[in-house]
């Protein structure tokens, strides 16, 4: 009994009718409390299209549906969870192990040959649909807990370079460096937007603005400045000459990823892809309309872009991850 429940009690007095209805109504506290954090994981299913959700993942509300859902796994393999919430779970799309060993091993072994690092990013799925990110996380939360049990465990993890430390800023600001030079390559300057999210999964616009800020605050290295620098990187983007250019670049990225979207729709008998849906090129056609409905619902997109959405994509909007209706 927690400190919590004895101060409970104790406010219920001494009697035995007391310290019952004192029970019963901590009972059912939980079992709201249970029912809450079920609906968040129907929402969060809703939204990525799976169930694995990240043991770190905290939701808007700030509940902590990772640990939540790890503790269910955790009392299933104990034989301690009630079938009905076992079945309920399920039913949500829970999958209770996902420590798939060999499917694990071949995925990050694609992924690091794919990209040239091992930082995957926490929701990424491959295109079989294996939740890698998850996999790779649940490999450190192992390394935390003992690393010498972890990597005698994992031999495979250590001769192919895996980071065990999500926080080894260096392997991070080469994954980033490293993804900024493909975007270089490809788009001819490094005027990343906010949104881009690489191919990968990499969050490419947000780590440059983090680059950015630690730049402003003076706390960025000067090595590193230089290295950016030399990459063609503006600290200030709004006195940038590019702006126009830029935008321009952005209006095309978006009607080349309409178009995308619309090809995948027809290939596949008028159905919109789900969140982890690649084209034939690699291309991550479903995260990118999930973005777009994303922004829809909170009032973001933009109304012109809205309008090429409803005339090239019928039905685009789906339904909102809490089952409601979009906004107009």
Known sequence: MGTGDRGSYAACGSSRR???????????????????????????S???????????????????????????????????????????????????????????LVAFAAFKEATGHGLVPHTFRTADGFPLGTWVQS?????????????????????????????????????GVDALRRYEAQHGDVLVPHWFVTDNGVQLGRWLDSRRVEYRAGVLAADRVEQLEMLGVAWRLRSSPDDGARRNREEAHFVAMVRRVDRWVRAHDGAMPRAREVDTDQVGVGRWLLRQRRQHRDRKLAPERRVTLDQLLTGWRGRSATGGKSPP
Do not use: K, N
């Open 46 to 104: 809703a939204a990525h299209d799976h169930a694995d959700v990240p043991r770190s993942y905290v939701t808007e509300a700030g509940q902590h549906l990772g640990a939540w859902v790890h503790r269910q796994r955790s009392l299933h393999t104990a034989g301690t969870l009630p079938d009905d919430r076992s079945s309920r779970l399920e039913d949500a799309g829970l999958r209770w192990s996902i420590a798939d060993r060999e499917a694990g």
């Open 18 to 44: 007391a310290v019952h209805a004192c029970t019963i109504d901590a009972v059912d506290r939980h079992a709201q409390a249970w029912e809450v954090m079920l609906t968040a994981l129907r929402v969060f």
């Open 139 to 175: 490999r450190r939360q192992q390394w935390a807990s003992d690393p010498q049990v972890a990597e005698r465990l994992w031999p495979e993890l250590c001769r192919g370079g895996f980071v065990w430390r999500i926080r080894d800023h260096d392997a991070a600001w080469v994954a």
